[in-house]
């Protein structure tokens, strides 16, 4: 066999494959025993005829068909191999000669992963966040916790900013109701910032029983588009106030909380809480950053199939979301304040970056010989069998060995990225 490689445009590549006799006759023996158990000759079961008796009564077109069919697919991903180019769907061949017994020569084209130059990942020039947790962000926490154990009493007064109301409430746009504007017995904290401006300030001095009308303008960056800026008036019914009462925030407090003897431990506590979260999101923050880096310094393209891939995998995910929250994507991207075309122009500029993202992490994986053993990715498959134990589905793919790949796959890059930290500290 003889190849010749030609580049296309976009990371695709076509190449010429050229047989000889001997490759050929190599496929002609599995074409004529293929063929010798699909027909029927007397005296024969079927299934059971000698290829040389079958020859006989083989049509030689058919035999020279199919010669030619299995030579295709028994070389084809050879000559990808032996190039060094690994297509990323089944290539497409055209036979452009063939002389029965003699010589095939045939073209295959694909989209293939694109050869990347890696750029000095060592020296990438990020800089890791630092934790910076301060008073203000443990008193929020604090203010959180008090809240939860408030207490809730039924007042006749008017409502005030710090109070929950529960109010029935209709929004209308030019007089008719509009979808998601209505609720009833709906329970609201005032100050929350839940409603647009002026719903929450508006429902301030009112009393139980009282009926108004709030006359608001939607933000024009809101959204739903069908909203954003809109003029609306909220018919509003305030049925009940609720003083919302918090606990002190001191020992007490603190004691109620968990193990604490006094609000400084209790305070200590919510310190390297935050620290370890934070110490998290930048660490994650920080791998993203180095990838990016890398990718700029680096040559890759990104494959538009690979883009098409992600693009497939991103919708995938948002559908999801819109189910669980009772919609179609579209009326989800609708609410985001997103049509279909301006989601996919913005879908696609983010595949592909995580396509270059992915092609460069794996070439780093390969130069820096980084892989993972069979035993971490047994144990790997062994946890998420007792994380998906109630689901039969998900048990029965992880048998699949598709999967388990792309479990390995997965650890690599997460073995590549902690590679990645530690050159760039």
Request: net charge neutral; proline share 4%; glycine share 6%.
């Amino acid at each position: 066999m003889k190849t010749k490689v030609k580049k296309l445009p976009d990371a695709r590549v076509e190449i010429t494959i050229s047989l000889d006799t001997k490759d050929l006759k190599a496929a002609g023996e599995k074409a004529l025993e293929k063929l010798a158990k699909e027909i029927h000759v007397e005296g024969f079961r079927k299934g059971k005829v000698p290829t040389e008796v079958a020859k006989k009564f083989i049509p030689e077109n058919d035999l020279n068909a199919e010669t030619a069919d299995i030579a295709v697919r028994t070389t084809i991903i050879t000559a990808f191999a032996e190039n060094s180019k690994r297509p990323l769907v089944i290539p497409n061949a055209n036979i452009t000669k063939y002389v029965p017994g003699e010589m095939l020569e045939y073209t295959a084209t694909a989209d293939v992963l694109p050869e990347v130059k890696l750029g000095d990942y060592k020296k990438l020039g990020v800089k890791k966040p630092e934790v910076k947790i301060t008073e203000k962000d443990i008193d929020g926490v604090l203010e959180n916790l008090a809240s939860s154990f408030a207490e809730k009493k039924v007042t006749k007064r008017a409502a005030k900013l710090t109070d929950e109301v529960v109010i029935d409430f209709v929004g209308k746009k030019d007089g008719k109701a509009f979808e998601g504007g209505s609720a009833k017995d709906y329970k609201l904290a005032l100050g929350s910032k839940t409603f647009i401006p002026g719903f929450e300030e508006g429902i301030v001095g009112h009393e139980p029983g009282d009926k108004f009308n709030l006359e608001l303008t939607f933000p024009k960056d809101y959204g739903m588009k069908d909203l954003a800026g809109a003029k609306t008036v909220f018919e509003v019914l305030l049925k009940q106030v609720n003083e919302v009462v918090k606990p002190e925030i001191n020992d007490e407090l603190a004691k109620k909380c968990g193990p604490f003897d006094d609000l400084k431990a209790l305070k200590a506590d919510i310190k390297k809480n935050l620290e370890m979260q934070a110490e998290h999101q930048n660490l994650e923050k920080y791998k993203n950053d180095l990838v990016e880096a890398l990718v700029k310094k680096s040559t890759v393209t990104a494959p538009e199939i690979l883009i098409d891939d992600q693009m497939r995998m991103m919708r995938e995910d948002l559908n999801r979301n819109a189910e669980s929250m009772g919609m179609g994507f579209e009326q989800y991207l609708e609410r985001a304040g997103e049509t279909l075309e301006s989601w996919e122009k913005k879908a696609r500029e983010v595949a592909g970056e995580r396509v270059k993202g992915s092609l460069v992490l794996q070439n780093l994986a390969i130069a820096e010989k980084i892989t993972v053993s069979d035993d971490l990715v047994a144990a790997k498959i062994a946890e998420l069998k007792d994380v998906y134990k109630k689901s039969p589905e998900a048990l029965k793919s992880l048998k699949d060995p598709n999967v388990k790949m792309d479990i390995r796959n997965r650890m690599v890059i997460e073995k590549t990225l902690d590679y990645l930290v530690k050159v760039n500290k």
